[in-house]
C-alpha cells in the first residue's frame, strides 16, 4: 500500500515537474526541478535500450511512446534519487 501512495506521489510530481515553469530549451527533453534531462542523455538511454532486439521489436511503429517511456523512467529516477537523498533511505530496483 506505501509503495501504491509513492507511486501515485511520484506520477503526481512527475506531472508538475513538466508544467511547472514551462521553461523550454531545445536541447533539454525534461525538468525535474533545478535538474535537467537533456535531449541526448534522452537520445542515448533509447539507444541502449533499442540493443536489445525484444525491446527493438516491440517499439517498432510505436517510437513516440518508447522515447515517451524511457523519458518518464529518466524523470523518475531523478525523483527516486531526490526523495533518497531527502529521507536518507536508498533505492533499488
Not at 36 to 45: F, I, K, N, S
Request: aromatic share 6%; glycine share 6%; proline share 2%.
Amino acid at each position: 500500500m506505501q509503495t501504491r501512495r509513492l507511486t501515485a506521489s511520484l506520477a503526481v510530481l512527475v506531472a508538475l515537474a513538466g508544467v511547472a515553469g514551462c521553461r523550454t530549451d531545445p536541447s533539454v527533453a525534461a525538468y525535474v526541478g533545478e535538474e535537467q534531462v537533456t535531449v541526448d542523455e534522452l537520445e542515448t538511454a533509447v539507444d541502449s535500450r533499442l540493443e536489445d532486439p525484444v525491446l527493438a521489436e516491440a517499439a517498432t511503429g510505436r517510437e513516440d511512446e518508447f522515447t515517451r517511456l524511457v523519458l518518464t523512467r529518466l524523470v523518475q529516477a531523478e525523483l527516486y534519487d531526490r526523495f533518497a537523498e531527502r529521507y536518507g533511505v536508498t533505492v533499488d530496483d
